[in-house]
């Protein structure tokens, strides 16, 4: 069988082909950083513009590039939600026409689930059971995977998301959209030790984080210790180091309570070296180990959505002719599979 995916539910288009027995077939991204960038972050109306202008071409290339026909589609897979609705309504609109048109079902996938199972496009995935470490602009969560579909939220942030700490602290350092990857490259020349950073949350029991604090103790850090080029790479070390640090605290804690021995990092922040290192350090500690999806499938991309639809697919989550998009939508109410 295969599924053609569709992403666009924050500033990247994203469209893959996944078969169910040779794998994927052929991914077509296109970002919208240069379009935000003036802007300091996404705007959600020209977001919604630039999907409507580039799904169609990136489909028709995917389709392209992996020598197909639309006969030889068995589904159409979109991102139906979270994220930002305008921008969902042209992924869940071009889905669901294209499979009104090709005569095959229409899959709503839910994104965080797309970032979840990304991992399991890699040559050695994850078994089942695991624990997720969500980590992406929009969401933090820590999830415990019993199977596809069986997710417990053990812990999520009360306030910013992991990757928008990174993107907020990173703007309050003038550094460019999206700030995330540009700072952890400026903590890389940072020196470890000079500036200390909270745990934000570690001193009191439980798997809830909060990052929005770190915000303002790196503009207060600023503010006391200058902008020169070191000290803003010793600053940029010392948040990550934090943010690194407290996602460990928190994921021990995890694997201390479910016994889990995996861990599973996906979202945008799976691509940080340090977390990756971090966490393989917990994890080899505990005699597990850790899992995440290859850099350009960590950050949004069509290939999890193909993935995470054929999935779906396979366990009739099919949707009738209605429209879907859901800016918000919990990950732990999605049905779980069965046959798996
Ligand atoms: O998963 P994603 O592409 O979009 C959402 O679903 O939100 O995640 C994007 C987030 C951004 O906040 C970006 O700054 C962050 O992931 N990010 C990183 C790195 N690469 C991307 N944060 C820290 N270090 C990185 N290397
Ligand atoms: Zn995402």
Redesign the pocket.
Known sequence: MRIIGIET??DETGVAIYDDEKGLLAHQLYSQIKLHADYGGVVPELASRDHVKKAVPLIKQAMADANLTPADIDGVAYTAGPGLVGALLVGSTIGRSLAYAWNVPAVPVH??EG?LLAPMLEDTPPEFPFLALLV???HTMIVEVRAIGDYKILGESIDDAAGEAFDKTAKLMGLDYPGGPLLAKLAEKGHAGRFKFPRPMTDRPGLDMSFSGLKTFTANTIAAQGNDEQTRADIAYAFQEAVCDTLVIKCRRALEQTGLKRIVIA??VSANKALRQALEMLAAKRGGAVYYPRTEFC??NGAMIAYAGMQRLKNGDVTDLSLEAKPRWPIDQLNPITNQ
């Open positions: 539910s924050c994104h965080m970032h992406s602009g929009g979202g945008g950050t949004d």
